[in-house]
Nanobody
Framework: QVQLVESGGGLVQPGGSLRLSCAAS????????IGWFRQAPGKEREGVAC????????YYTNSVKGRFTVSRDNAKNTVYLQMNSLKPEDTAVYFC????????????????????????WGQGTQVTVSS
């Protein structure tokens, strides 16, 4: 069965850290660009980071730049989103998505900003930042 499963969400105090995982089954993530998205209650889904398929170049939206890091572990068929210095405004359901056609950072960013064109989506994991 082909699927993406996110994990690692939870409740954390402001300034804390979490590492989200996006694990694939049924296909190899190293052949896919991965986008990380989040959606807070009452807000539109927002693309926060991506890692490209061809050269693992990364992109971060301004609100998370310097605090979030996306990386791959091909041996584990997993992509991670390390989130540091978390703020209450980071509270949201976080999703990962896999896209297997494009290459390079520019296309990674375009697909992330567009929010569509992905082949697979995970079910999401809740991140709550609160004291």
């Amino acid at each position: 069965q082909v699927q993406l499963v996110e994990s690692g969400g939870g409740l954390v105090q402001p300034g804390g850290s979490l590492r989200l995982s996006c694990a694939a089954s049924g296909f190899s993530l190293d052949n896919y660009a991965i986008g990380w998205f989040r959606q807070a209650p009452g807000k539109e889904r927002e693309g926060v980071a991506c890692i490209s398929r061809s050269d693992d170049s990364t992109y971060y939206t301004n609100s998370v730049k310097g605090r979030f890091t996306v990386s791959r572990d091909n041996a584990k068929n997993t992509v991670y989103l390390q989130m540091n210095s978390l703020k209450p405004e980071d509270t949201a359901v976080y999703f990962c998505a896999a896209e297997g056609l494009t290459t390079g950072q520019a296309m990674c960013v375009m697909t992330l900003v567009a929010g569509y064109g992905y082949d697979y989506w995970g079910q999401g994991t809740q991140v709550t930042v609160s004291s």
